[in-house]
């Protein structure tokens, strides 16, 4: 089933003189992981920001089974996003304050569950105060994979039914690239996914892929299509 589809979307910055996307079409089912590829500020995050609705299309338009973004409640169709970036916020508080920031009236038991997922939970009951340990500012200073990892036992608490995500380029350590890549399969499991592609498993193991260059979609195959035609990615 047809989950979202992109229709000539364009987009503009600066007041209309930064034409970003020129003519985005695409069509994403249910279930499906999506890879988008393509060239630093060829305009994927622009693409992808136009889900949730960080920004609204210049022309076009975006639809979520069937209907506007911009007749959902905004609300509403932020709760069904879930959103993993390589900007991860934490406020200062405890591990515990920024889980339940996910999903207010979580049980501790399914905290636990979705930090195992995100293979943080045994990081987290090694420190001395646990779920309790202060974070930030006040407290323990967390790895950029650390951060990331309960990031993503946040999404997993929050359960949406599409996934964006932003995959890191920074390097990791290869034990944290290793975690956090593991958790982040856990969490795409059985999720409609659109990932920003930075990784080659990544690429091979998604339904479809796009390339995007210049504001447009030059290329919608698998990775054996693209492999096949000599096109490289
Ligand atoms: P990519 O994700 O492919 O690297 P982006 O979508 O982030 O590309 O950016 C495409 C272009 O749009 C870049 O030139 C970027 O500077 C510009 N851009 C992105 N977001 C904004 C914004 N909020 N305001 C102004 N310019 C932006």
Same mark, same amino acid.
């Given at each position: 089933?047809?989950?979202?589809?992109?229709?000539? !979307? &364009?987009?503009?910055?600066?007041?209309?003189?930064?034409?970003?996307?020129?003519?985005?079409?695409?069509?994403?089912?249910?279930?499906? =992981?999506?890879?988008?590829?393509?060239?630093?500020?060829? +305009?994927?995050?622009?693409?992808?920001?136009?889900?949730?609705?960080?920004?609204?299309?210049?022309?076009?338009?975006?639809? =979520?089974?069937?209907?506007?973004?911009?007749?959902?409640?905004?609300? %509403?169709?932020? /709760?069904?996003?879930?959103?993993?970036? &390589?900007?991860?916020?934490?406020?200062?508080?405890?591990?515990?304050?920024?889980?339940? %920031?996910?999903?207010?009236?979580?049980?501790?038991?399914?905290?636990?569950?979705?930090?195992?997922?995100?293979?943080?939970?045994?990081?987290?009951?090694? &420190?001395?105060? +646990? %779920?309790?340990?202060?974070?930030?500012?006040?407290?323990?200073?967390?790895?950029?994979?650390?951060? /990331?990892?309960?990031?993503?036992?946040?999404?997993?608490?929050?359960?949406?039914? !599409?996934?964006?995500?932003?995959?890191?380029?920074?390097?990791?350590?290869?034990?944290?690239?290793?975690?956090? &890549?593991?958790?982040?399969?856990?969490?795409?499991?059985?999720?409609?996914?659109?990932?920003?592609?930075?990784?080659?498993?990544? =690429?091979?193991?998604?339904?479809?892929?796009?390339?995007?260059?210049?504001?447009?979609?030059?290329?919608?195959?698998?990775?054996?299509?693209?492999?096949?035609?000599?096109?490289? %990615?």
């Amino acid at each position: 089933m047809k989950l979202f589809e992109m229709n000539h !979307v &364009q987009k503009s910055f600066n007041n209309g003189t930064l034409h970003v996307l020129k003519d985005i079409s695409l069509c994403v089912n249910e279930g499906e =992981v999506v890879s988008i590829i393509g060239p630093s500020g060829s +305009g994927k995050s622009t693409v992808v920001n136009l889900i949730p609705r960080l920004y609204d299309v210049l022309g076009g338009k975006v639809t =979520v089974a069937g209907v506007d973004v911009r007749d959902f409640d905004l609300k %509403y169709l932020r /709760q069904c996003i879930g959103v993993v970036t &390589q900007e991860t916020y934490l406020f200062n508080g405890t591990i515990l304050d920024n889980l339940r %920031y996910a999903k207010e009236n979580a049980t501790l038991e399914e905290i636990e569950a979705a930090c195992r997922i995100a293979n943080i939970h045994d990081f987290i009951v090694s &420190q001395p105060d +646990g %779920y309790n340990t202060e974070v930030g500012n006040r407290g323990l200073k967390l790895s950029g994979g650390e951060k /990331q990892r309960i990031s993503i036992a946040r999404v997993v608490l929050k359960n949406p039914k !599409v996934l964006i995500l932003d995959e890191a380029t920074s390097a990791l350590d290869s034990i944290s690239e290793n975690a956090i &890549q593991d958790a982040l399969e856990n969490l795409m499991d059985g999720r409609t996914s659109i990932v920003i592609a930075h990784r080659l498993s990544t =690429v091979r193991n998604a339904d479809i892929i796009l390339v995007v260059s210049d504001g447009k979609i030059v290329y919608v195959g698998t990775a054996a299509y693209l492999t096949d035609h000599s096109i490289p %990615y």
